[in-house]
């Protein structure tokens, strides 16, 4: 009885202490699996994206054939828009790039298999590795072709002159800073190829058939809702050929060569970046012909580097071209006459191109090119169809001290971008290139060989210095793989200089020179 009586009392107890046991239970399970999952997944909130061009060590790089099938389906911009987790380097960086049509892609036949990788004149064959161009191989033979197995194993390609539409599009796509929000881009890049494009019927085709393409790109690009910003002020773009391809004045007859690309008015609101600009007139920006050499690592550049510096050079001087039907270039005929004649004291070294395409094809071997001018103390630089040669490049390339004989050749009146040593303000003592006056030479006031053999071994080294100095300016570092190690190539340069010139056309200037304040009169020293 006493037992039944507390019944219900003990009940309470029971349950009160069965509800405590599952209550802790519970509790512990609940932080045992928060714990857990802690360890497994981040939180949504502490997700750090990486952007792709970054390429964490840890990832896999990010391949441009990886990045073109990614872009072929979608049709947005590559990037995402800024957030607060971007890279504060980027304030003031951003690029819109545009999606530019099939229609006007003059690559879209250049897909896996196509027979057309196989032939050597097909611009496909230029899109090798994301437009380097075949990687150059080991030597053959025992040097009795003039090839002394100068090029290391690692860093150089075929690259064809015109390349660079490609290269550069290629960098772009791994740029850090794209964004798809227009109105937070400082630029718009816009990856049409106007060069490669004009190349097809460079010569000879009528006005209309060298016009009506790259008319009606620039139709539809003036009609894209990024133009109406500021009429395309904002807009960028490279042509890889000189300015002069893009210049032909309208109603020119069909025999001509080059289109009016660049005297179209939407053009003209752009900033196109060719190889050579017309120093005469403003809007025109020259960026560097693209060399052999794309490294993919500092260690890459201070080795041929010190390569360079080290090469025996037994030429005093050397020049490898083409002679010109009817002696049109009087200055380059000389050029021939001095190396042929000094050729067989030992003191020149040549390339000679002149024997159509036997001569073509010596003249586009790399490794010619490249033990030749590391042969030689100087490198003549006559000018060609215009002012500006690829040559030019390859013998800075090489550590071969230039020898110019007009002033709108020389790299600082083409390159101002790239051309100055940072940090340094007075370039008076800076003395890396050789001009000598046409005129002298073709009245015969100035002998080339003579003029050259006056400078001493000290004045030589300390000109090759300098040389060698700008190399990294000059070239492209291969775009499929993360560079490792500091260094600004071409690339660097143009885009911080193209990110100045747009903040100072958004700011509301009206950029007169080229965006800058040195108005210098080449065209009274045009020598």
């Avoid at 057309?116 to 080991?138: E, H, Q, R, Y």
């Avoid at 630029?187 to 097809?200: F, G, I, R, S, T």
């Avoid at 071997?365 to 060609?384: E, H, I, M, Y």
């Avoid at 690339?491 to 108005?519: C, H, P, S, V």
């Amino acid at each position: 009885m006493h037992t039944e009586a507390h019944y219900p009392k003990y009940l309470v107890y029971y349950l009160l202490i069965l509800g405590s046991w599952l209550l802790f239970c519970l509790l512990h399970f609940q932080y045992f699996h928060l714990s857990l999952s802690s360890f497994a997944a981040p939180h949504p909130a502490a997700l750090v994206v990486l952007p792709i061009a970054l390429d964490a060590s840890f990832l896999p790089s990010l391949t441009v054939e990886a990045d073109n099938r990614r872009r072929s389906a979608s049709s947005s911009v590559v990037a995402a828009s800024p957030s607060p987790s971007s890279p504060p380097s980027c304030e003031g960086r951003y690029v819109y790039m545009l999606d530019v049509p099939s229609r006007f892609d003059i690559l879209r036949d250049c897909v896996a298999g196509s027979p057309l990788f196989n032939d050597m004149w097909s611009w496909c064959a230029i899109t090798v590795n994301a437009g380097l161009g075949p990687k150059i191989g080991p030597a053959a033979g025992n040097g009795s072709d003039g090839d002394k197995d100068i090029i290391p194993s690692t860093g150089w390609y075929s690259t064809d002159q015109y390349s660079l539409e490609v290269i550069f599009h290629n960098w772009m796509r791994r740029y850090e800073c794209l964004t798809n929000d227009l109105a937070a881009a400082t630029a718009v890049y816009v990856p049409y190829y106007p060069a490669l494009e004009l190349h097809q019927h460079l010569c000879g085709s009528n006005t209309t058939v060298r016009d009506g393409p790259s008319e009606a790109f620039l139709r539809w690009l003036s009609s894209q809702p990024t133009w109406a910003v500021l009429g395309g002020r904002d807009h960028f773009m490279v042509a890889a050929k000189t300015t002069w391809m893009f210049r032909r004045e309208p109603g020119g007859q069909d025999e001509g060569c080059g289109n009016n690309f660049l005297g179209q008015p939407e053009s003209r609101n752009m900033t196109v970046l060719t190889y050579e600009s017309n120093i005469w007139a403003p809007r025109d920006i020259a960026v560097p012909y693209p060399s052999y050499f794309h490294p993919s690592s500092a260690g890459e550049v201070a080795a041929w580097q010190a390569r360079a510096r080290d090469a025996p050079r037994p030429f005093l001087f050397a020049f490898a071209g083409a002679r010109r039907i009817r002696g049109q270039l009087a200055i380059r005929d000389r050029v021939f006459d001095v190396c042929e004649a000094a050729a067989r004291r030992g003191r020149c070294g040549m390339l000679d191109c002149s024997h159509g395409l036997e001569g073509s094809i010596t003249c586009r071997s790399p490794r010619k090119l490249v033990s030749l001018f590391t042969s030689a103390r100087f490198c003549l630089q006559p000018r060609g169809d215009s002012f500006a040669r690829r040559s030019s490049i390859d013998s800075v390339m090489a550590g071969c001290i230039p020898v110019f004989f007009h002033r709108p050749s020389t790299l600082k009146a083409q390159y101002r971008w790239h051309e100055p040593e940072p940090g340094r303000s007075n370039d008076g003592d800076r003395r890396y290139y050789v001009l000598i006056n046409s005129s002298d030479v073709l009245e015969g006031r100035v002998d080339i060989e003579e003029e050259l053999s006056r400078y001493t071994d000290d004045e030589v080294a300390a000109m090759r210095k300098e040389v060698i100095k700008m190399i990294p300016r000059f070239l492209y570092k291969d775009p499929r793989v993360r560079f490792e190690g500091e260094m600004r190539d071409a690339f660097d340069i143009t885009i911080d200089e193209m990110m100045a010139r747009m903040k100072r056309i958004k700011n509301g200037e009206n950029l007169i020179w080229k965006g800058d304040d040195r108005d210098e009169d080449f065209a009274a020293n045009d020598s």
